[in-house]
């Protein structure tokens, strides 16, 4: 096995540079989206972000390049977020199961990350609207949906269609329910796991003699 070459005062450098990059970004998605949670909208000013994560405004700024880019940069993250919780799921032997498993780590990620959520799905930040690119990666994160539905196909679980079919009827649902959830209208989850079943089950394969 051969030994890698070491870095060098340059290299140490770039990734020790990257790192701290890194760092002071996610430091700040933490601080816009604390405020958007806890005051609202109207808090997330370029200036206000910078005084609590304690920076000057022009790191905001060269890193997302406007108030635009740093809400864009949000809604990212929002779905990278409910992608790590979807693959944390364990596996399951059956992919029917695991189908089903994944509609309450869905619920729960909702649930937590409500700052996140009200501006991946309710338009918390008036006047902004994802880039097409933003709109392909987002749903590109919930691509785990799609796969796990492709195997219950193979499986001969689900009526052979377009994978992404299933999972916009599922996805419908489950925002369907959230949103009341959200808004008070439902007590608890029940609601989400009735709906999310049924959907699953109108997309069951009928078996011989049914």
């Known amino acids: 096995m051969s030994t890698p070459a070491p870095l060098g005062l ?24 604390g405020l958007l949670t806890s005051a609202g909208p109207e808090s997330l000013t370029v200036r206000r972000i910078a005084a609590e ?3 000057s405004t022009q790191l905001i700024y060269t890193m997302f390049g ?6 864009e940069a949000l809604y990212l993250e929002g779905f990278e977020r409910f992608r790590r919780r979807l693959e944390a799921v364990p596996q399951r032997g059956d992919p029917l199961e695991h189908l089903s498993a994944l509609g309450p780590a869905y619920r729960e990620a909702a649930l937590s990350e409500p700052g996140y959520y009200s501006l991946m799905f309710e ?3 008036p ?12 749903r590109a994160a919930l691509n785990i949906v799609d796969r796990v539905i492709a195997d219950c196909i193979s499986a001969g679980h689900l009526t052979p269609t377009q994978p992404r079919k299933i999972a916009d009827a599922l996805w419908a ?34 078996k011989s003699g049914d």
């Open 127 to 138: 006047g902004f609207v994802p880039s097409e690119r933003a709109r392909t990666l987002a």
């Open 173 to 206: 649902a489950a925002q369907g329910a959230l949103s009341l959830e959200r808004a008070g209208h439902l007590p608890d989850g029940k609601t989400y796991e009735l709906v999310t079943t049924a959907a699953i089950r109108s997309f069951l394969a009928r």
């Open 53 to 55: 994560a304690g920076c």
């Open 10 to 33: 340059q290299g140490a450098y770039a990734r020790g540079h990257r790192s701290t990059y890194d760092e002071l970004r996610t430091r700040l998605l933490e601080v816009a989206n």
């Open 123 to 125: 338009r918390a930040i």
């Open 66 to 71: 406007s108030k635009e880019g740093l809400a």
